[in-house]
């Protein structure tokens, strides 16, 4: 079964930073790339960024609003994808979820983790 | 203010056909990109509905459908049931802004 499971969340003040993960398993992690979407209590979704395979160049996008202090990285010898979020602002309080781009699926995010709750606030 | 504008909300009756617009540009939508649709159920991750304007993953009733044309994309709910009552969002890419982007969200009340 394809299950992809985040930890890490939690509150912090602002101005801190956080590191989340995302533990995959059931498909081939390596092969795969991965993406991270939050979203702010009581709104919408909002996409956050993507890594690609290593095999296809391992590079990262990010959306404007977290571009230059947030970090999307992954461990494949551990099936694990990162998120290293820095300078924490309010407005980033979301759950962020980890998401599998499909790429056999016209790049549509096919498998959702739960999410993880990150608050921030002083 | 989201690049796709969807309705806030939608109803109807069980049994019933709805349909959820959703609007961009250009630069999105209109440019070719491909439109992908989530249901989310009160308390749960988002679960991919459609992908590709009008394709359904393996598992999703055909009582979804999708549909495209120009800037705005649609999707269809026929036989509407009470366990469809979720938001929906839509998806695609802008090349403007070189960023996926959601729709804002469409609350669907089966009534």
């Known amino acids: 079964e394809v299950q992809l499971v985040e930890s890490g969340g939690g509150l912090v003040k602002p101005g801190g930073s956080l590191r989340l993960s995302c533990a995959a398993s059931g498909f081939s992690f390596s092969n795969a790339w991965m993406s991270w979407v939050r979203q702010a209590p009581g709104k919408g979704l909002e996409w956050v960024g993507r890594?690609?395979?290593?095999?296809?160049?391992?590079?990262?996008d990010y959306a404007a609003p977290v571009k230059g202090r947030f970090t999307i990285s992954r461990d494949d010898s551990k099936n694990t994808l990162y998120l290293q979020m820095n300078s924490l602002k309010t407005e980033d309080t979301a759950v962020y979820y980890c998401?599998?781009?499909?790429?056999?699926?016209?790049?549509?995010?096919?498998?959702w983790g739960q999410g993880t709750m990150v608050t921030v606030s002083s | 203010q989201s690049v796709l504008t969807q309705p806030p909300s939608v109803s109807g009756a069980p049994g019933q056909r709805v349909t959820i617009s959703c609007t961009g540009s250009s630069s999105n939508i209109g440019a070719g990109y491909d439109v992908h649709w989530y249901q989310q159920l009160p308390g749960t991750a988002p679960k991919l509905l459609i992908y590709g304007h009008s394709n359904r993953p393996s598992g999703v009733p055909d009582r979804f459908s999708g549909s495209k044309s120009g800037t705005s994309a649609s999707l269809a709910i026929t036989g509407l049931q009470a366990e469809d009552e979720a938001d929906y969002y839509c998806q695609s890419y802008d090349n403007s802004l070189s960023s996926v982007v959601f729709g804002g969200g469409t609350k669907l009340t089966v009534l």
């Open positions: 890594i690609k395979s290593k095999t296809d160049g391992g590079t990262t």
């Open positions: 998401t599998i781009l499909n790429l056999r699926l016209r790049d549509a995010f096919d498998i």
